[in-house]
């Protein structure tokens, strides 16, 4: 079955970076994309944006460009998030999910990670 | 593209009929999906492409629209539907996700 498995809580301080991985399982990798969101606690989803496992082409939400990158590795079936210069606006847990059934620019996505909390702190 | 959910909160009982609405400010066509969370978990895609029944999604969820203006409606409310849902377009390079409706026992 499809599963998406998440590395685990991270703890920063303000001004650091963080990566978050995604192990994907059960479907041909190169197959489909991998979108980011977020969600800040108490808070609504927030998407950061997607790469393609195809050819490495990615699209990230403006209000992120410059301080995310996400990359694959298809040796492994991974995904990776890394966020660069983070605040306490960046305490969320970050979600990874397969997209699917898509319009010509986005996708609806059908498969979710468990997610990982990152919390910013001094 | 900005997507606004109504209402917030909604009370229900066991039973009852639930419709929640989603506006998007400018046309999305049918491009449009529908989640269910619940707290600590990660959203499950219930509806895709506006009223397109995601597999194993019970048939007691339905949702319709076009355009700019979207319903989910449950039919019935089972005491597992007690969750925040949010409405997700994804017609252009950026998606956006509504701001939720929390579905809360009456």
Redesign the interface.
Same mark, same amino acid.
């Given at each position: 079955q499809v599963q998406l498995v998440q590395s685990g809580a991270e703890v920063k301080k303000p001004g650091a970076s963080v990566k978050v991985s995604c192990k994907a399982s059960g479907y041909i990798f190169t197959n489909f994309g991998i979108?980011w969101?977020r969600q800040a606690p108490g808070q #609504?989803?927030?998407?950061m944006g997607g790469i393609s496992t195809y050819n490495g082409n990615t699209?990230y *939400? %403006?209000k992120l460009q410059g301080r995310v990158t996400m990359t694959t590795d298809t040796s492994t079936s991974t995904g990776y998030m890394e966020l660069r210069s983070l605040t306490s606006d960046d305490t969320a847990v970050y $979600?990874c *999910?397969r997209p $699917? *059934?898509? &319009?010509s620019? &986005?996708?609806?996505?059908?498969h979710?990670? %468990? #997610?990982t909390l990152v919390t910013v702190s001094s | 593209i900005q997507m606004t959910q109504s209402p917030s909160t909604v009370s229900a009982a066991v039973g009852d009929r639930v419709t929640i609405t989603c506006r998007a400010s400018q046309s999305i066509s049918s491009w449009l999906a529908w989640y269910q969370q619940k707290p600590g978990k990660a959203p499950r895609l219930l509806i895709y492409k506006a009223s397109t029944l995601e597999n194993g999604v019970p048939s007691r969820f339905s949702g319709s629209g076009s355009g700019t203006e979207f319903t989910l409606t449950i039919s019935s409310l089972q005491a597992d539907d007690f969750a925040t849902y949010y409405c997700q377009q994804y017609s252009g390079f950026s998606q956006t996700f509504g701001q939720g409706t929390k579905v809360e026992i009456k």
């Open positions: 979108t969101v #609504g989803l927030e998407w699209n *939400a %403006q $979600y *999910a $699917y *059934a898509c &319009s620019y &986005s996708c609806s996505l059908d979710w990670g %468990q #997610g | -």
